[in-house]
């Protein structure tokens, strides 16, 4: 299975943080390769990086003009303080704000990889963090889902659950409800083309926001309205997956410490 790791070219600090752990957990890395009996390279490689994608953007290089000249589009982000309010007052100031160019780009380059093969595919940001049995726990994982739901789409490693408890359905999986966070999952052959046909990038929105909706209903009725569930969802618990001290690295959405997720 191919993992894809987003990164963007700003972020090189991130990127070595990255490389150092894919090289000591196994991975293939996408400039050396393993030898064959013959002494070619192999050329399944099991990395690939978004650096230098044409759709992973740096958010000084998300414009209006080449959001337009690419299709790009906005969904309607920002409401009304008081109308977020009488949803959730938890998310009511999150919702109530504009888009920032790090969350617009942060989405494009998950739907850039969504659009790349057809999967099934890892996906990991370049914070993400795990254990050199990543792969066999995913692997055993997703062995499990085949038996109980051949049909399964979504598969996190790793995220923020919002909404507890969730049904567990095995040993470590669970059945997720509303989620934050994209820095590891897995979409099977199935939930790519499903998750290609929201075309989320004619009504962008935070890529958490998104995927989550893909799979239970958004609180926010316009986003519901818009991005109805459609996949089968699953989560293992605990994570496999985890994500960096944000002292550590930071973040790229250009939202203060505070609000991030």
């Not at 690419?70 to 959730?88: C, P, T």
């Not at 504009?98 to 969350?103: F, H, I, R, V, Y």
């Not at 494009?108 to 659009?115: D, K, V």
């Not at 459609?230 to 203060?256: C, M, W």
Request: charged share 30%; proline share 5%.
């Amino acid at each position: 299975m191919k993992t894809y790791v987003i990164n963007i070219k700003t972020r090189e600090d991130r990127r070595y943080l990255m490389d150092l752990m894919l090289r000591e957990n196994g991975f293939e890395i996408l400039h050396e390769g393993r030898e064959n009996k013959e002494g070619s390279t192999a050329p399944d490689l099991r990395v690939e990086w978004t650096t230098h994608w044409d759709y992973n953007k740096v958010a000084d290089e998300i414009t209006d003009e080449w959001m337009q000249q690419n299709g790009f589009k906005l969904f309607d982000w920002e409401m009304d303080e008081g109308e977020a309010l009488s949803i959730d007052s938890a998310w009511a100031k999150w919702w109530s704000r504009p888009l920032t160019k790090g969350e617009i780009g942060c989405t494009l380059s998950h739907w850039a990889i969504w659009n790349e093969d057809d999967g099934p595919m890892t996906i990991l940001e370049d914070d993400a963090v795990f254990n050199s049995d990543m792969e066999l726990q995913r692997d055993i994982a997703i062995e499990t889902l085949e038996v109980m739901d051949k049909d399964w789409d979504l598969l996190y490693l790793g995220r923020v659950a919002q909404v507890l408890p969730e049904k567990r359905v095995a040993k470590n999986i669970v059945k997720p409800n509303f989620s934050y966070c994209t820095y590891g999952y897995v979409l099977s052959k199935s939930g790519v083309q499903k998750i290609r046909k929201y075309n989320v990038h004619e009504g962008i929105i935070p890529a958490d926001e998104f995927l989550t909706a893909t799979y239970k209903e958004h609180p926010r009725p316009d986003v519901s309205l818009k991005y109805p569930p459609a996949l089968k969802a699953y989560a293992l618990n605990p994570h496999i997956v985890h994500q960096r001290d944000f002292e550590v690295v930071g973040s790229d959405t250009g939202l203060p410490k505070g609000a991030v997720k």
